[in-house]
Each structure stands twice: as structure tokens, then as C-alpha cells.
């Protein structure tokens, strides 16, 4: 008997009625629970998050949300474990999978109370420095940042139930701005469970934070001039989201964040047997391997100088063949399972796409004998690498985002081309260089900076304290141009800017400073 996942809803666990959606184990295909949002009186929620919710959230100061923020964070670490089963089960993460994404979330939801205990008992932000905009110094202009009054809808990837889930809250609850979350269904085990756990514990006031397990129904059509959006996922589903009508006539503010071809670039200084190539192979292993490759931030794209391709590749072949494939539950599995059955069905078809530009040099689509699973179950794949030696702007590889462990192996043969060919991923979250070479670097950052919202530059310097590229910091932003959906996350307190109105005041100095809360004593 499965269980039935609920939503939180104007203060109340709800069951949707009608069609039902099965969430499984990816490793064995076993149905673990339904849930089905069908019936829901979603504009209610809407109505209850933004009259009280937002009414208690502004009345807080920064600091008492921050204070908020450490006791959802504290609640997080103490169910750990709890957490960790739900996400070996529900969405074939391995310990190490699970525990990143649960430690992450823990991590985000820290560091945004940190920021928001150093500013107290501030309701409001100072944007920058005031500025005299008259003859004498009385004429006074100040940016300031106000929460806007609506309810911020944030929709979540499969990928990240519990970090993807607490990454927007943090921001958006320490801004003022009271939450309806809505992780997607397929793997929504984990994020239920955390909804639960924070309604229990007391921390959250009356209607700042909502929880819709499920389709997302109607609720985009309740949204208005006040309210956000905050999307995760596919550029498909983006796109749908951006065509939807009162969202485009209200101007409702929108944030995406889709898919990227990520991009590792080999200097042609390092060789083998070096610390930071070792870094190099182990960060690209991690990077396609982790989450099964299903990280918004994983390698698709690796360049490297043509020179080097061949001893490139053989590396690895031989560390990708040496990953064991299996059910999560059993301790020999290094990689789980894809999480859903369309997961398999889309990342076997992206393969075969990219197979007509480029060659497979390991893995592949044939199903493969997984460890500590049922003979047939599971949506499995092996760590999968293709070789283009030649390859070209139009080539497969800079247009199919495969979401899993798959990426293409790529030479270059100039720095120019080279460039073209990182940018033709069409705007991406992270590339990653590995070189020592300035005037290389300086190069190559120079020419893909802006199509990308992070580069991460890691050479000899920092072989033992690099972090590797797919860790999203909530310290820098997270998000990319073209499409990867020109949104901007975290980045510290910019990631508050979605849920603030920035106002400019204009007017006598002492006045102005004192709504902004700069005021010193100036004598003017
Ligand atoms: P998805 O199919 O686009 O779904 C994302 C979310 O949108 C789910 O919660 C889904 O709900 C919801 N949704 C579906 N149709 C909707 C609609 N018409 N209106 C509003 N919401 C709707 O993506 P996914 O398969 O979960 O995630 C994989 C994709 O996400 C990949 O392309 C990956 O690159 C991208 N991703 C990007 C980032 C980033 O930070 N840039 C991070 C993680 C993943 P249901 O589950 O209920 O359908």
C-alpha cells in the first residue's frame, strides 16, 4: 500500500481529488506513494500566503527571519538521516548523492541567516551609497530595497528536492516575501518530508510557506503585479511559463533557471601526472557521475587541445569503466539509477542524438546489469562519453542537453575557436578551465564571460582546495544567459533581489535617511 503525499494549503494539509500521479523507486520501479493536487483551492492559498503571510514576514525584522531560517536549517540537520533514506529510495540518489543535496540545503539556509543576523533590526535594504543630487548637500536621492507584497511561487527541478526547495526559500523569506513551493512530483518524497518537518516545528508563521505536491494546476493564473515566480526545470517547461497570459499582462516577476551545456576546457599547459590534472580527471568524473549526471551544473562538453585528446580519452574511459552502476540501497553502487522512467526514455534518445556528430568512446544506451537490483528493473545507464575530434559550432554536442551521465570529448586546435565553440552551448551556468597559463586564461575567460554566470578558473595553486565546479555556492550566483533562462540565484545578497522592490527616494537628506535607516548625524 503506497502512501499519499498531501499539500499544505491555507494552513492546512490538503489531498487533491481526480488523477493521481505514482511516485516509484527508480532502482526496483516499486510504487512508494500518489498524490495528486486535482480539487485544490490554489487561489485561497494564494490569498492566505499573501494577506498573512506577508503581513507577519514584514512585520519580522531581517534578523528575526534569520532567526527563522537557522531553526528550518537546525530542523534539516536533526533529520538527516530520515532525509537521506527518502532520497536513496524515491529518487536513486547514493548516500553520497543524498547527503549532498541535504547538506547543501542545510548550508544555504545557514549562510542566509548569517547574512540576515548582521543586519538586525533593519525591515528594509540600503541599495548602495546615498548620493547629493542638488546644488547643496539637503537634496538627497538613496536606493532602497522593499519587500514587494505578493506571494513567491517557487518551482522546483527533480533533481534538488531538498537544496533546490531551501536555496529560493532562504532568499525569498529573508527578503519578506512569504513561499508556495512546489518541488517536482517525480521524486517529491524527500521535499514532503522537510514541508512536514518545518510545519512542525513551530518556526513558521501563518501562512508564509506553502507546500503544493503535485501538478502545479491553476495557480500561475492567480498571480499578480506583487507576486514572483521562481523557476527551476527544462527550457521546455520554461518557455510554457513564459507564454502564460496574466503572467506576461501583469508583469509578474520571473525567474528562470533551465538547462546548460557546461563546459570543462583543459589548458594546453598541464600534463599528466600533475596535481591539477589529476583534479581535472577527478573533477570530470565527479562532475558526470554525481546524481547520475543529473545536476544542472554537471559536465556536457570537454575541450582539450588536440594533442592531447587520445591520453585524455583513455583516462577517461578507464576511470568512467571503473564507476559500479547499481541500486543506491546496496553500498557497492558508486552511480544510482536515472529518477524516472522518461528520465531513461530521453537521456537513451539524447544519446543517439549526439551519436551523429560524435562517436561513443564509452557507455552508451543498451541496458546494463546493475548491482543489487531485480533482473530488468531500474532505470539505469552507464557513465557514458562520446569523441568529436573535428568538431564544429552546429555539432549535437553544443546543442542537446542530455541530462545524465553523458558528455563529449572535443579537441581544439586555436584559442578563437575554441571560444566559439564553449559559446555555442548558447549561454550556460558554469565552464571550467584548468590551466596555470595566464595569458591562456585571461584569453579564454575574456571570451566566454559573457555567456556564462559562473567560470571557475583551477590550476596547480589550488589542486587541494578546489571546489568542484558543479557545487553551487550560495556566496557567488548561481544562473546563466540564453538557455540557461537569464535568471540570477544566490550570489549573497543578491539573491534577495527577486523578492525586493528597489524604490528610489528623493528628497530633504535627514528624511530620506532616516526611511532608509543611514541616518548619522550630518548637520544638514
Ligand atoms: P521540468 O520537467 O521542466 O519540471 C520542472 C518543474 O516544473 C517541476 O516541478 C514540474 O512539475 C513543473 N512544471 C511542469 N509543467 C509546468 C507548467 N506548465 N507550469 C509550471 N510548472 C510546470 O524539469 P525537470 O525534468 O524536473 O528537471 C530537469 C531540467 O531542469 C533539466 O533540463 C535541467 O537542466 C534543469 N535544471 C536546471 C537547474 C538550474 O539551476 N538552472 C537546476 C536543476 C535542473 P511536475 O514535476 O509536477 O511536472
Known amino acids: 500500500m503506497s502512501t499519499v503525499l498531501r499539500s499544505y494549503l491555507a494552513g492546512e494539509w490538503r489531498v487533491g481529488s481526480g488523477k493521481e500521479t505514482e511516485l516509484v523507486n527508480p532502482s526496483t520501479e516499486e510504487v512508494l506513494a500518489r498524490t495528486s493536487t486535482g480539487g485544490l483551492d490554489l487561489g485561497g492559498a494564494v490569498k492566505l500566503a499573501r494577506e498573512r503571510g506577508g503581513q507577519s514576514l514584514r512585520a519580522m525584522t531581517i534578523g528575526q527571519r534569520a532567526e527563522l531560517l537557522k ?60 548620493i547629493p543630487i542638488g546644488r547643496s548637500a539637503r537634496l538627497y536621492g538613496q536606493h532602497l530595497l522593499v519587500p514587494r507584497q505578493g506571494v513567491a511561487v517557487q518551482i522546483n527541478a527533480f533533481n534538488f528536492p531538498a537544496w533546490g526547495m531551501a536555496e529560493k526559500l532562504a532568499a525569498a523569506l529573508l527578503a519578506g516575501m512569504p513561499v508556495i513551493t512546489k518541488p517536482a512530483t517525480s521524486t517529491s518524497m524527500m521535499a514532503h518530508r522537510i514541508a512536514q518537518l518545518w510545519i512542525e516545528s513551530g518556526a513558521l508563521p501563518e501562512g508564509a510557506f506553502s507546500f503544493l505536491c503535485g501538478g502545479i494546476g491553476d495557480l500561475l493564473s492567480f498571480l499578480g503585479p506583487q507576486d514572483v515566480v521562481a523557476f ?15 503572467l506576461a499582462r ?25 596535481e591539477a590534472m589529476n583534479l581535472f580527471f577527478s573533477d570530470a568524473v565527479k562532475e558526470i557521475t554525481q546524481k547520475a549526471g543529473q545536476k544542472c551544473t554537471a559536465v556536457r562538453r570537454i575541450f582539450v587541445p588536440a594533442d592531447r585528446l587520445d591520453e585524455v580519452r583513455e583516462e577517461l574511459v578507464q576511470r568512467l569503466s571503473e564507476v559500479r552502476v547499481g541500486n543506491p540501497a546496496d553500498e ?52 557514458t562519453l562520446l569523441i568529436q575530434p573535428n568538431p564544429s559550432v552546429a555539432d549535437s554536442a553544443n546543442e542537446v542537453e542530455v ?110 535617511e532616516q526611511l532608509s535607516g543611514t541616518r548619522r548625524e550630518s548637520g544638514v
Do not use: C, W
Open 71 to 130: 531553526k528550518l536549517a537546525k530542523t534539516l540537520a536533526d533529520a538527516r538521516e530520515e532525509l537521506i533514506t527518502l532520497g536513496l529510495i524515491n529518487a536513486g540518489n547514493t548516500r553520497s548523492d543524498a547527503k549532498f543535496d541535504i547538506d547543501g540545503a542545510s548550508a544555504t539556509l545557514m549562510f542566509y541567516a548569517e547574512l540576515g543576523s548582521k543586519m538586525g533590526d533593519a525591515r528594509v535594504i540600503a541599495d548602495g551609497e546615498g
Open 403 to 512: 541530462f545524465g551521465p553523458v558528455a563529449t570529448l572535443m579537441a581544439f586546435r586555436e584559442n578563437a575557436a575554441l571560444i566559439d565553440l564553449v559559446a555555442a552551448g548558447g549561454g550556460g551556468l558554469v565552464s571550467s578551465i584548468y590551466s596555470d597559463d595566464r595569458p591562456f586564461i585571461e584569453q579564454v575567460v575574456t571570451g566566454i564571460a559573457p555567456y556564462h554566470g559562473r567560470v571557475t578558473i583551477a590550476g596547480e595553486k589550488l589542486a587541494g582546495q578546489s571546489i568542484p565546479p558543479g557545487t553551487v555556492l550560495p556566496q557567488l550566483l548561481h544562473g546563466g544567459p540564453g538557455r540557461a533562462g537569464g535568471g540570477e540565484e544566490l550570489g549573497g545578497m543578491r539573491g534577495l533581489s527577486l523578492y525586493l522592490q528597489r524604490v528610489a527616494l528623493q528628497g530633504h537628506r535627514p528624511i530620506v
Open 332 to 383: 557497492r553502487a558508486q552511480m544510482g539509477p536515472l529518477a524516472t522512467a522518461q528520465q531513461l526514455h530521453d537521456v537513451r534518445a539524447g544519446m543517439a542524438q549526439l551519436t551523429r556528430s560524435s562517436k561513443l568512446a564509452a557507455g552508451g544506451p543498451k541496458p546494463i546489469e546493475a548491482i543489487g537490483v531485480p533482473s530488468g528493473k531500474g532505470f539505469f545507464v552507464s557513465p
Open 232 to 246: 527551476t526545470g527544462s527550457g521546455a517547461t520554461a518557455a510554457q511559463i513564459r507564454r502564460q497570459e496574466n
Open 250 to 274: 501583469h508583469n509578474v516577476h520571473l525567474n528562470i533557471e533551465a538547462d546548460s551545456l557546461n563546459s570543462f576546457v583543459l589548458g594546453p599547459d598541464l600534463s599528466l601526472g600533475t
